[in-house]
């Protein structure tokens, strides 16, 4: 009786961990910043909690474009280079979805090496993390955030790095 009493014990604990991991990837998608301020204090290994799909919550917030919380995640001491299932960081999934405003929160807090690395990398099976669409998308957000604030250069070599991996295509939208 004691071993199947130890063995329901092992099984609550798991699913009580399991919930609050989901709970936090939930309150990134709703940007809730304070639900997830809380979560951290109580746990504050949940900052970099994988869900089912590999996602941390930033890749969540990230999705979601939910900059209260990816600010949050971040001074919480959330990876900022780590991938997903998918073999995605968190600035390349908020590429993908085109979430501009965690772009931009993404491009101004990381070092240009890792926006490098994330703009030409190579993920499963040798698929680009980025194809053309991804990347003219990248290109879109680069220039609505660089007329905001010119004089940025992590936007500017953001911008320039994503021409660059467009190759000829870059070269093209750079002459308009």
């Known amino acids: 009786m004691s071993r199947r009493f130890g063995l329901c014990v092992i099984i609550a604990v ?46 969540c917030a990230a999705e979601a474009n939910a900059t209260k919380a990816c600010v949050e ?4 001491g959330a990876m900022l280079d780590v991938k997903n299932a998918k ?50 998308q990248a290109y879109n957000i680069f220039n609505v955030l660089l007329k905001r604030d010119p004089g940025n250069e992590r936007i500017n070599f953001g911008l320039g790095l994503t021409c660059r991996s467009l190759g000829d295509l870059g070269r093209a939208q750079m002459a308009f």
């Open 14 to 59: 798991a699913l009580a961990v399991s919930a609050r991991g989901g709970e936090i990837h939930d309150a990134a998608r709703r940007d809730a910043a304070d639900q997830i301020k809380a979560l951290l204090t109580a746990d504050g290994d949940l900052v970099n909690a994988v869900d089912d799909d590999g996602n941390t919550p930033l890749h």
């Open 73 to 76: 995640l971040i001074a919480r």
């Open 87 to 136: 073999g995605l960081t968190p600035f390349q999934v908020a590429v993908r979805t085109g979430a501009s405003a965690v772009v931009e929160l993404l491009t101004k807090r990381t070092p240009a090496v890792y926006r490098e690395a994330s703009l030409d990398a190579t993920i499963e099976r040798g698929e680009k993390a980025f194809n053309e669409n991804d990347l003219l």
